[in-house]
C-alpha cells in the first residue's frame, strides 16, 4: 500500500476522515501509518509526505496494480488523472469528482473508459461542504471496484 499526502490532520477532517483527535497535526500519511499497523500489524506500508506533481506521479506510483484517487482539489485531480493517462500503462484509475456534501446520492454513477473509472453524479458541482455521507459512499465504492479488479487479476 502506497499512500501519498502532503497534508497534516486538522479538526476540519474528523467528520469525514478516519482519524483521532490525538492525530491532529500530525502528517496524514503518519497518522494513517499508525492506524494501520493497529488493523493490520506488519503490513507493508510505504507513505510519503509530498505534493504530488506531473514529475513524480510516475515516479511514486508507476508499478501499483491499482491507483485510487482521493484528492480534495480539482487541479490535483486533473493532473493525477492525465499524468496516468499518460503513463500508458493500462493500469486502473479509479477516481472520484464532485461528491462533497450531501444528499443525491442516487445521482452516483460508475462510468468506465478505459482504464480510468470515474465515480461520481455528473450533473453538478456539489458544493455544500466536505461532509461525509457522500465522501464515505465513494470511498467505499473505490474499495469495492479495487477488490474487484484485484480478484479478476488473481484468477
Known amino acids: 500500500l502506497i499512500v501519498v499526502d502532503y497534508d497534516d490532520v486538522e479538526i476540519e477532517n474528523l467528520n469525514r476522515q478516519h482519524f483521532f483527535l490525538e492525530h491532529v497535526g500530525m502528517p496524514k500519511v503518519e497518522a494513517l501509518g499508525e ?9 507493508k506500508y510505504v507513505s510519503s509526505k509530498v505534493r504530488l506533481n506531473e514529475e513524480n506521479i510516475g515516479e511514486i506510483f508507476g508499478e501499483v496494480d491499482v491507483l485510487v484517487e482521493a484528492l480534495d482539489k480539482a487541479y490535483y485531480k486533473a493532473v493525477l488523472i492525465d ?3 499518460a ?3 493500462n493500469r486502473p484509475l479509479i477516481a472520484v469528482s464532485g461528491v462533497a456534501g450531501y444528499g443525491k446520492i442516487d445521482k452516483i454513477k460508475v462510468k468506465r473508459m478505459g482504464n480510468l473509472t470515474m465515480i461520481g453524479d455528473f450533473e453538478s458541482n456539489q458544493c ?6 457522500r465522501i464515505t459512499l465513494v ?6 471496484l479495487t477488490i474487484e479488479y484485484l480478484m479478476e487479476q488473481s484468477t
Open 35 to 43: 492506524i494501520i499497523n493497529r488493523i493490520v500489524p506488519g503490513m
Open 83 to 85: 499524468s496516468w493517462v
Open 87 to 89: 503513463l500508458k500503462n
Open 128 to 133: 455544500d461542504g466536505m461532509m461525509a455521507p
Open 139 to 144: 470511498a467505499s465504492m473505490q474499495a469495492a
